[in-house]
């Protein structure tokens, strides 16, 4: 298994790949985007990504998340026993923790979107997977007025936060991050030149890219990947 992002879409005349991306090796891939998309609990928000696993290890796939503060405070998007999880954190006892009923670790390709409507209330949170709204389960609901500002914490992608030892192997297609309207305020999906286009994508951010993500190929519009 490897954690990949999508770095576009290309031809699939003459058995050329469908869809490209980086296979991460889960041992020190991770990618970091710097700095961005610090929100708040009163600030309505949308995470988009798709992503492909078998795995059943609890693992995050996203995440905006002050670990090393002691109040893990930020968001986190994550797997968990094969169903999808979403954080908003002011402290480990003040958050909102919501996970889908249903398990998407079964190898295909999934889109994930969580929306939240900036209230401070489980309620205000909605997963969507592949286009349609979800069942969830709330596992907290204590956020209320609690700030999840997280300062100087960078954006990461395979990787929980600065404390995880752990990079964890899947793969993510695309990431997207959309205002409360639906409105995309950053795609990171890059062109057909998966290693440029990806490399330009974070340095644009002043994000850094840490240890040696491979190519990764999808003949079947990212249903399976193989890794070149």
Same mark, same amino acid.
């Given at each position: 298994m490897a954690l990949g992002l999508q770095m576009g879409l290309a031809g699939g005349a003459g058995g050329a790949p469908t869809y490209f991306g980086l296979?991460? !090796?889960?041992? +020190?891939?991770?990618v970091s985007f710097g700095d961005v998309y610090n929100f708040d609990y009163n600030t309505a928000y949308r995470i988009k990504f798709s992503f492909a696993t078998t795995t059943a290890v609890t693992c995050a796939f996203l995440s905006k998340h002050n670990t090393s503060s002691g109040y893990f405070r930020g968001w986190?998007? @994550?797997l968990a026993a094969g169903q999808i999880r979403f954080d908003i954190i002011n402290t480990g006892t003040n958050n909102i923790s919501i996970r889908t009923n249903a398990?998407? +670790?079964d190898g295909l390709a999934h889109t994930v979107e969580a929306?939240?409507?900036?209230?401070? &209330?489980? #309620?205000?949170?909605?997963? &969507?997977?592949?286009? @349609?709204e979800v069942a969830t389960t709330t596992l907290s609901d204590t956020l209320g007025t609690g700030t999840t500002l997280s300062p100087g914490v960078p954006l990461r992608v395979g990787m929980r936060g600065a404390d995880d030892t752990l990079i964890y192997?899947?793969?993510?297609? $695309?990431?997207q991050v959309l205002d409360g309207s639906g409105t995309v305020l950053s795609s990171w999906l890059g062109d057909s030149n998966v290693?440029?286009?990806?490399? !330009?994508?974070? @340095? =644009?951010?002043?994000?850094?890219? #840490?240890? $040696?993500? =491979?190519r990764a190929v999808s003949y079947d519009g990212g249903v399976t990947w193989a890794q070149e």
């Open positions: 296979w991460f !090796d889960g041992v +020190n891939d991770v986190v998007m @994550a398990t998407y +670790n929306r939240y409507t900036g209230s401070g &209330l489980a #309620s205000g949170v909605t997963i &969507l997977v592949d286009g @349609a192997s899947r793969v993510i297609r $695309s990431v290693d440029s286009g990806w490399v !330009d994508k974070v @340095a =644009a951010y002043n994000g850094t890219v #840490s240890g $040696s993500p =491979a």
